[in-house]
């Protein structure tokens, strides 16, 4: 009687086994033509291998990694060059590094740890790409420079819609050539509160200084010395 239910058992588990190998085949390797023509990104085939290697071993659930790998399409689409004229939109990126940040932390160790620094270095390839091939200006310097601060930060939602918001009014501020008055003081608010919050969130002390000096090099000075005193 015993052997029937052992060699049931051992069914069971091939098949899963072999359920799993489908899934993860499906997961990761599906062609895609854009997938085809983008250039080779090492961290995240690196991620996705360490993925892979974490469902295996039962740390990570599929879902889990479905939602991880919606999560990093979010990361390289806020990549892209973002087109004149459009806003800057802080707040979907920041919503996916959250959402993957909060799924990491449920990954048993030791696949926790790996795909965390996975994660960190998967989060320095995500830099907004320059416009053209000429040197950032000292507007998209700040952009760029905002964007590394959110990602590697742990800012509150309310200050990355803050920081998104005083982005966008800068933007309009120096399309406001109608209206220099008005287009001053709307740059002084939005560097005040830029700087603001700069200050007061949870950010990498190299990623503060670069966007304090960011806005000391905008122009004309809104909310007095820039940096912590």
């Known amino acids: 009687m015993e052997e029937p239910i052992e ?5 069971k588990i091939a098949l899963r ?20 023509a983008e ?3 090492p961290a995240m085939d690196k ?21 991880l790998q919606a999560n990093a399409e979010t990361l390289k689409a806020a990549k892209g060059e973002r087109l004149p004229g459009a806003p800057v939109d802080l707040l979907t990126p920041y919503r996916a590094v959250s959402s993957m940040k909060a799924i990491m932390a449920a990954v048993k160790q030791p696949d926790r740890e790996t795909l ?3 994660m960190q270095a998967l989060l320095a390839h995500q830099k907004p790409q320059a416009a053209s091939a000429q040197p950032p200006n000292a507007g998209q310097k700040l952009g760029k420079d905002v964007f590394t ?3 590697f930060g742990k800012p509150t939602e309310g200050q990355v819609k803050q920081l998104q918001d005083s982005l966008n009014g800068l933007e309009q501020a120096k399309a406001d050539s109608a209206h220099p008055l008005k287009a001053l003081m709307a740059l002084k608010q939005s560097k005040g509160e830029i700087e603001a919050v700069m200050n007061t969130g949870s950010f990498r002390d190299q990623d503060r200084q670069a966007v304090l000096d960011d806005l000391n090099n905008l122009g004309p000075q809104g909310g007095g010395r820039h940096g912590r005193g």
């Open 39 to 41: 250039p080779s990104n």
């Open 149 to 151: 601060a959110v990602m």
């Open 116 to 118: 965390q620094a996975d």
């Open 7 to 11: 060699k049931e058992e051992i069914m």
């Open 17 to 36: 086994a072999v359920s799993l190998s489908i899934v993860l085949l499906a997961l990761f390797h599906a062609p895609s033509a854009m997938a085809q």
């Open 47 to 67: 991620f996705k291998e360490d993925m892979k290697a974490a469902v295996l071993n039962g740390s990570i659930a599929v879902p889990q990694v479905k939602e």
